[in-house]
Every structure is written in structure tokens, then in C-alpha cells.
């Protein structure tokens, strides 16, 4: 996650997935020693709860920052209410935006986006892309209103949301999902001494 704050560092969260794996692999001398070549197809599914609260994590943030000439050190909170799954190749976002410069003169923006699913094949994940975002605010720092559609859109236009290990000898072909889960699919390449071992890559296709 990068927000273009300079408070806010980027943020990454690893996920332990467990969800159902199928795959038709074809394994070629793999096991005997230096030789061996493992290829084929996969297909991952993962319950998006877990990866919902992991991307809360993500989301949340705090920090100050000036939105005008004439107002400086405002005080703002993002909390995440919902992230996931709202069609085959579509994600909602739903956030809750405080902005607060005293106890009197606040901004709160309930704000809803949806955003695409692009696939981006050299670094094997799925970025959210094409953020549309439509903040609903109420209070009286009107500044806030103007500032914060831009905000997010730059933040989380083309947040990673799952990418591959570098050791993991897994493409990303094609992505899909449903009310309460996510599944990746693409093909397994791997070659003796040129990914991982043959241990490794036994252990990676346990469900």
C-alpha cells in the first residue's frame, strides 16, 4: 500500500491462504536429483474473509496534514467498513473518512468505489485498477470535500492485492470471484535448480 503521505510509510501484510486447490500437473524425472521438470495448470480458491481483515490492516491509517493555504495540521482517520468481491472482475471499497481540525470543525465522508481486477503478468499479482470513488460528506471543513475523491483515488488505484512469492514457480492467468471468495488460476513451471526444491515444490501443492 502507498499512500502519497509522507507520514504514512507503505504497508504490506502477508496472508497464510488455505482454500481449494486443484491442479493437472506432468512431472518429468522430477525427484532424481539435479533433473526434473514440473508443468501444468492450477487453480487456487480462498475464502475472502481472511483476506478482508488483511487488507483492513492495510487500509487503516492516521496522520496529519495540511489541505488548503489557510488550514493546517488537520487531523484525519480512514476505517475501512467493507473491501471485497462485487462481481466476476469488480471490488467495492467502502470507507469511512474523518478529517478534524478542532472538537467543532470536522469533515466525516462515508465514501464507496469500485475498482477493476487487472491482472499484471511479470510480477505474478492482481492490482486494483480504475478506482471510482464517490465520497459522501457531511460537517462544516469544507476543504475536505474537494480533497478527499483525489486522495483515494491516488492511493488506491493500483494497490497490489495478492502476489505470488518469488520462489513460488506459479503464473497468474486469470482471476475471478464470488460473494464470499476469490480464485486465481495459471500454469506451474518449474525446472530442477531453477526454482525451487523438489520438497519445496511438493509442499506447495498440498490443499
Not at 507503505?10 to 526434473?36: T, Y
Request: charged share 20%; net charge negative.
Amino acid at each position: 500500500m502507498l499512500y502519497p503521505v509522507e507520514e504514512l510509510r507503505d504497508r504490506r501484510v502477508p496472508l497464510l491462504f488455505q482454500g481449494a486447490f486443484a491442479a493437472d500437473l506432468h512431472f518429468e524425472d522430477a525427484g532424481s536429483g539435479d533433473a526434473g521438470v514440473v508443468n501444468g495448470r492450477y487453480q487456487f480458491t480462498v475464502p475472502w474473509p481472511p483476506v478482508e481483515q488483511a487488507a483492513f490492516e492495510v487500509l487503516r491509517a492516521r496522520w496529519q496534514q495540511d489541505v488548503a493555504p489557510a488550514i493546517h495540521k488537520v487531523n484525519f482517520a480512514i476505517e475501512p467498513r467493507r473491501f471485497g468481491p462485487c462481481g466476476k472482475e469488480c471490488f467495492l471499497l467502502d470507507l469511512k473518512l474523518t478529517a478534524q481540525k478542532t472538537a467543532r470543525l470536522q469533515q466525516i465522508c462515508d465514501t464507496e468505489g469500485k475498482a477493476d481486477v487487472m491482472i499484471d503478468p511479470p510480477t505474478r499479482s492482481l492490482l486494483l485498477h480504475n478506482l471510482r470513488v464517490e465520497p459522501h460528506c457531511r460537517g462544516v471543513l469544507g476543504a475536505v470535500v474537494n480533497f478527499v475523491a483525489p486522495f483515494l483515488t491516488k492511493s488506491y488505484g493500483d494497490v497490489a492485492l495478492l502476489q505470488m512469492p518469488k520462489d513460488l514457480p506459479f503464473t497468474i492467468d486469470a482471476v475471478g470471484s464470488s460473494a464470499d471468495s476469490i480464485f486465481i488460476a495459471g500454469k506451474v513451471e518449474w525446472i530442477a535448480n531453477a526454482g525451487m526444491s523438489s520438497a519445496q515444490v511438493s509442499q506447495s501443492h498440498q490443499p
